[in-house]
């Protein structure tokens, strides 16, 4: 399909950023380019968008070419058009966050990428355009979010105990919460389903573990339910 214009039209980009839990860190996945400008420089996961798909579909497709991840949840966060962000051309690019159980991923770097890393949030490197200002937007969006929309689910494994899901809260709010009160209003809210199991294979008193109830918070939402932490 060709298209002529009386004057030049900025190029469009998809940039990614992915969220992990480890231990106690909540971590950043980052590439390493592999080609210039920056080339060596770690970045955020993305690139050019193709005519032929839509900015969700040049989102996971970059995510998938260059850190090999797939089926993730996954969010437009914002768009970012200074002039000069980008030394080759005029480019605005349409940032997304994701989030990721690190169990049941791992990460290849492929394509343009050289090598794909987790990075503690706390501890990142130098990086490549303007993508310190994007994850910094990111960082701040999943703070507020998280508060009330159950998305970090999404970061936990399928089945988990309470420790685990104040633990994950506790890091991502970058405070600490009461035990006895959290423990009471996450479990009163009933999207919860508490499972016939316990931990296994840990040092400390095996904790029951549980499973979010997406059906039923989907349920409750249409019925005036919020959640709030």
């Not at 797939?70 to 970012?80: D, G, M, P, R, T």
């Not at 770097?109 to 200002?133: C, E, G, K, M, Y």
């Not at 507020?144 to 936990?156: H, M, S, T």
């Amino acid at each position: 399909m060709k298209y002529s214009y009386e004057y030049p039209r900025a190029a469009l980009t998809v940039d990614c950023v992915v969220f992990g839990l480890y231990e106690d860190d909540l971590q950043i996945l980052l590439i390493q380019r592999d080609l210039p400008p920056f080339e060596g420089d770690w970045a955020l996961p993305g690139g050019f968008v193709r005519l032929e798909e839509t900015l969700d579909e040049a989102a996971l497709r970059e995510l998938s070419e260059e850190t090999g991840l797939k089926n993730v949840y996954l969010e437009q966060l914002y768009s970012f058009g200074t002039v000069n962000r980008d030394p080759r051309e005029r480019v605005v690019t349409v940032a997304y966050y994701a989030l990721v159980n690190l169990s049941d991923h791992r990460v290849q770097a492929a394509t343009d990428a050289r090598n794909a890393a987790w990075f503690a949030v706390d501890d990142i490197p130098s990086l490549a355009f303007d993508h310190d200002q994007i994850l910094e937007m990111a960082h701040e969006r999943l703070r507020g979010k998280v508060r009330y929309q159950p998305i970090g689910f999404e970061l936990l494994p399928p089945k988990f105990t309470l420790r685990q899901i104040q633990h994950l809260y506790e890091v991502i709010l970058d405070r600490p919460l009461d035990k006895r009160n959290f423990r009471k209003k996450i479990l009163s809210m009933g999207i919860l389903i508490e499972l016939d199991e316990v931990e296994t294979d840990v040092a400390h008193r095996a904790a029951r573990l549980y499973q979010f109830d997406r059906r039923k918070y989907k349920r409750l939402t249409k019925q005036g339910f919020h959640f709030e932490i």
